[in-house]
């Protein structure tokens, strides 16, 4: 078994910063990439940043600048420092990760997200 659990979601005032924590634990062989997703309501699913295992990173046009991806591979831990939030990044944010575990053949695992509000 492969979980991912988020945590770090809160309301926060426009202008504010939170960061994220999406902690990978179970049968885990191997974590290739890792993301951070998110939707908001009425809306699809969005990737906000990936990060491979060596720390290369891609990032959602709408967040370059305001959200850094990081990740410590010793503690299986993606994290999503955003900063300069806005009402529009409002959403429920999921992370998923490529995984190679000793008891399935699955390899794309999700968490079942954290809440960011960005209201004044």
């Known amino acids: 078994q492969v979980q991912l659990v988020e945590s770090g979601g809160a309301l926060v005032q426009p202008g504010g910063s939170l960061r994220l924590s999406c902690e990978a634990s179970?049968?885990?062989?191997?974590?290739?990439?890792m993301a951070w997703n998110r939707q908001a309501p009425g809306k699809q699913v969005e990737l906000v940043a990936r990060?491979?295992?060596?720390?290369?990173?891609i990032y959602a046009d709408s967040v370059k600048g305001r959200f850094t991806i990081s990740r410590d591979n010793g503690k299986n831990t993606v994290y999503l420092q955003m900063t300069s939030l806005r009402p529009e990044d409002t959403a429920l944010y999921s992370c998923?990760?490529?995984?190679?575990?000793?008891?399935?053949?699955?390899?794309?695992?999700w968490g079942q997200g954290t809440q960011v509000t960005v209201s004044s």
């Open positions: 998923n990760a490529d995984i190679i575990s000793y008891s399935s053949i699955q390899r794309d695992y």
């Open positions: 179970g049968s885990i062989f191997s974590i290739y990439d």
């Open positions: 990060i491979s295992r060596g720390g290369t990173t």
